[in-house]
């Protein structure tokens, strides 16, 4: 089979999952058990046990997740392509990716509209780190990066809660960073770690100006953290920060 042939038939799987795991995103947002978007040992709100609402509404979000991540699924395609990898090696890494992206964000989803991180879809992204070992520098570059996010974040928990004496950062944070630093690597992890401060502070400053946060209120972390890690996985930023 020639290489025209083949890149064809990436960049159609690629369309093709992409497709599906717009769909599926809301599909499956909907129907996540209402515990997984509820605190241990409390009560899951009467919308969560509602098997009629819709937490994400079918339009526009089947559309607009869809294009996002067909979108994503062809430009890495085409990036492995460019890279000079096997074919297999391009398209094991493009369902890969794609997979995690759509992890990303009903993670960011679940985060930005109950304020939970469900540990199970954390376990499952914390997974697919396996699909991208074979590429990484070495055999412990998923292990530092797991190590540099969560445990960064642990300390910066820590010294906020000396300071403002509450918790400023979740445990849910913790494991999605620690999750994230498995798939991304130690280089990954830190353009993870710096496009989240920034957006994160933008957001926060955005919410004080609009007077929708005061100054010491908290604000979800994990969208932020979620789509830091989209971000880099699209466009490779820690070669360009680093």
Not at 10 to 17: E, N, T
Request: glycine share 12%; net charge positive; charged share 15%.
């Amino acid at each position: 089979m020639d290489n025209n042939t083949l890149k064809i038939i990436i960049f159609a799987v690629a369309i093709v999952i992409g497709w599906l795991g717009g769909y599926s995103t809301v599909y499956i947002f909907n129907r996540l058990p209402a515990k997984w978007l509820t605190d241990y040992g409390d009560t899951p709100k009467a919308e969560l046990l509602d098997v009629n609402f819709k937490r994400l509404k079918g339009y526009p979000w089947k559309l607009l997740f869809s294009m996002l991540l067909i979108a994503s699924g062809i430009w890495l395609a085409e990036k492995y392509w460019l890279s000079g990898y096997g074919a297999w090696s391009i398209m094991a890494l493009v369902i890969a990716s794609l997979i995690t992206m759509w992890l990303l964000l009903l993670i960011g989803f679940s985060d930005g509209m109950y304020g939970i991180i469900p540990d199970q879809l954390v376990v499952v992204l914390a997974l697919t780190a396996v699909a991208y070992a074979p590429y990484k520098p070495d055999f412990f570059d998923p292990l530092y990066g797991g190590l540099i996010g969560g445990g960064l974040l642990l300390i910066i928990g820590a010294m906020s809660k000396l300071v403002y004496k509450k918790d400023v950062l979740g445990m849910g944070d913790v494991k999605l960073l620690t999750a994230v630093g498995l798939v991304m690597g130690f280089k990954g992890t830190i353009a993870v770690l710096i496009l989240t401060s920034f957006a994160s502070l933008l957001g926060f400053g955005y919410g004080v100006l609009r007077g929708r946060l005061k100054l010491l209120d908290s604000a979800p972390l994990g969208p932020y953290i979620a789509g830091a890690a989209y971000v880099c996985m699209l466009f490779d930023i820690a070669s360009i920060l680093l």
